[in-house]
């Protein structure tokens, strides 16, 4: 069993900057995917980024050029540096992580980003 918890979420001007951070523990395996997904009120979760266990990441579109992934392996811990915030980011953060065919969510943290 894996427990992921997120901290970090907040309220920000737009324009301004936020950092998650996802903290994974239990049955992690070495190599695995953790990363960002995100839903607003009304709307389908989507990804945000993510980031395997060797560095690779992918970004959605919307992320790109303003929200950088990072990791730290020996603390199972995944960052998301959110720069240049808009209201349109307004919604509930998610991490996640993948691995030996399971997929675990984190309960969630509101990042509302004002105008």
């Known amino acids: 069993q894996v427990q992921l918890v997120e901290s970090g979420g907040g309220l920000v001007q737009a324009g301004g900057s936020l950092r998650l951070s996802c903290s994974a523990s239990?049955?992690?395996?070495?190599?695995?995917?953790m990363g960002w997904y995100r839903q607003a009120p009304g709307k389908q979760r989507d990804l945000v980024a993510l980031?395997?266990?060797?560095?690779?990441?992918n970004y959605a579109d919307s992320s790109k050029g303003r929200f950088t992934i990072s990791r730290d392996n020996a603390k199972n811990t995944v960052y998301l540096q959110m720069n240049s915030l808009k209201p349109e980011d307004t919604a509930v953060y998610y991490c996640?992580?993948?691995?030996?065919?399971?997929?675990?969510w984190g309960q969630g943290t509101q990042v509302t980003v004002s105008s």
């Open positions: 239990g049955s992690t395996f070495r190599f695995n995917s």
């Open positions: 980031i395997t266990s060797y560095g690779s990441t």
């Open positions: 996640n992580l993948k691995q030996m065919g399971i997929s675990a």
